[in-house]
């Protein structure tokens, strides 16, 4: 939907939080149904993906590998 105004219509967005508000549970159940039912959630690849693409774990690229599995001691599973 394409907003005609430059700024947000703040009476309209508080009428609608209160119309929203005074529904039953029910009702805001159905709305919340009828307004995020049709957005498919992404799997488990695709967020693998968007984690590595993102660049928000670049960081660790440069980081220096300090550690090796010859330090510590091993771990004993009972």
Do not use: C
Request: hydrophobic share 35%; glycine share 6%.
């Amino acid at each position: 939907m394409k907003s005609t105004a430059s700024s947000p219509n703040l009476q309209l967005v508080e009428s609608l939080i209160q119309l929203i508000q005074s529904l039953s549970a029910d009702e805001q159940s159905l709305l919340l149904d009828k307004l995020l039912g049709k957005i498919p959630y992404p799997s488990a690849s695709e967020i693998a993906h968007l984690a590595e693409q993102g660049g928000s774990f670049d960081f660790w690229r440069d980081e220096p590998e300090i550690y090796s599995s010859e330090d510590g001691e091993p771990v004993t599973w009972s």
